[in-house]
């Protein structure tokens, strides 16, 4: 999914089928257990699952596209020298075009692969 790509309930594109489409979200959502990496793609799909569009269809298969060309990806952890704690964090002010929440992000590595992350929507 482009990170810029904003998606909205009422995206003007006619509609699709519910049923296929909380299929293949919920399958997406199972394999993000051990895809951490299509988490973020994975909970904005996540937020349309009543009134699916052709539009969040083509971001599916977007997702499922990055899946099948990464599948030997991974994260590796190896014992180095002089590890150190990298954190990174972003905020997307006004990012849900539905309801203008907030969107922070975060992720920590240490020494050579990430330990931690998260992306939160911001309630108010």
């Keep these: ?13 006619e509609k699709a089928s ?9 399958g997406l959502n ?13 909970s904005v799909l996540s937020r349309f699952l009543q009134s699916p569009t052709k539009q969040y269809f083509g ?3 977007q997702v499922l596209r990055y899946v099948a060309g990464t599948t030997d ?6 014992k180095a020298p002089n ?3 990298v954190g990174f964090t972003d905020s997307d002010y006004a990012g849900c075009l539905d309801d ?13 692969g990430v330990v931690t992350w998260s992306s939160k929507k911001q309630e108010t």
């Design 59 to 61: 971001v599916v298969k």
């Design 100 to 112: 203008r929440k907030n969107t922070s992000e975060s992720c920590f590595s240490f020494g050579s």
């Design 1 to 13: 999914m482009d990170i810029n790509e904003k998606l909205q309930r009422a995206d003007g594109t």
């Design 30 to 42: 199972y394999l993000m257990h051990t895809r951490s990496d299509i988490a973020f793609s994975v």
């Design 18 to 26: 519910p049923k296929l489409f909380r299929s293949l979200v919920s």
């Design 73 to 78: 990806f991974g994260i590796w952890y190896s």
């Design 83 to 85: 590890s150190r704690l």
